[in-house]
């Protein structure tokens, strides 16, 4: 990557981090007359401030799938992992990594001609993932070829998430399927840290290493390692599962 395209992908993370910031940590069933001194949008706090923002404006148009949200962080998970698609490997020149990549696998407009989504499809021993890599769900599957049929844009709106809502069945595994079992499922999987179950997972909950992990706190490897971070929405999930003591919900 040049250092141009470098400068403005940091910009829009830049942008994308204070929308999400700003998305997740307004409560949208404040009245507006509430005056919390540690809401961002009213810094003043105390002045019964009517302009409270109280929907997410970077929240994608329903039914819109996110490319740096939804679609990426998946590819990242399943497809650049070390050893397969990621720049360090590159498997037959294919690297996963960024938009422009992942655009070039594809034709806009129609997944069933898109060699990303066919090679994912097809069943075998040439499935990707390759084993020993879980194979992508159908549903996953799916949002993948919708985003090709919607054209495959860099969408990079905020899929819905509430951070009220941290349920672990409901909320914290489809995170974790979606953005780590790409590389952490299967017979070897990375680090050697299997993320599949609420047994294992409570595991790296206890030693403090998930939460380590997904916050990037000293001391802990970043994860996910490419690709971004979790949004601020997620992260706040995560975290208000774990301070709940991370209950099998
Ligand atoms: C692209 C592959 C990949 C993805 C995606 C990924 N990880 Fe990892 N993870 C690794 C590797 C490799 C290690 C071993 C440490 C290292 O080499 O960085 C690891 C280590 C860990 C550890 C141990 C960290 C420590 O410092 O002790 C935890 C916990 C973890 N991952 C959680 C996650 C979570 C949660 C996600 C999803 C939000 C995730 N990982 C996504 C590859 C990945």
Redesign the pocket.
């Known amino acids: 990557m040049n250092t141009r395209s470098r400068f403005a992908l940091s910009a829009m993370t830049a942008v994308l981090f204070l929308t999400g910031y700003m998305a997740c940590t307004t409560d949208p069933y404040l009245g507006d007359n509430t005056s919390d001194p540690t809401d961002p949008n009213n810094p003043g706090g105390g002045g019964g401030d009517t302009t409270t923002v109280t929907t997410d404006p970077n929240a994608c148009p329903e039914g819109t799938i996110s490319f740096q949200k939804e679609v990426l ?1 998946l590819l ?3 497809c ?3 050893g397969c698609h ?1 720049a360090a490997s590159h498997k037959e020149g294919v690297i996963l990594e960024t938009y422009a990549q992942v655009k070039s696998r594809v034709k806009a407009g129609n997944a069933t001609s898109s060699k990303l989504y066919r090679v994912l499809s097809q069943g075998g021993g040439d499935r990707m993932p390759p084993p020993p890599y879980d194979a992508f769900t159908a549903e996953q599957k799916d949002l993948i070829k919708n985003w090709i049929n919607q054209g495959a844009e860099n969408t990079d709106c905020n899929p819905a998430c509430n951070p009220a809502n941290f349920g672990f069945a409901a909320d914290i595994l489809p ?2 399927k979606n ?6 499922s299967g017979t070897s ?5 299997n ?1 599949t179950d609420y047994n294992h ?1 409570k595991g ?1 909950v206890d ?1 403090g ?2 939460l ?3 916050q990037r706190q000293a ?9 971004g971070p ?1 949004s601020d929405c ?1 992260i706040e999930q ?1 975290r208000k599962w774990v301070d709940a003591g991370a209950p099998n919900n």
Do not use: D, E
Not at 219 to 227: D, I, L, S, V, W
């Open positions: 962080p990242v998970s399943g650049a992992v070390s990621n995170i974790i953005s780590c079992n790409g590389c952490h999987p990375q680090g050697s840290v993320l997972i790296y030693n290493s998930l380590g992990a997904i001391g802990f490897n970043p994860m996910p390692p490419t690709g979790l997620r995560i």
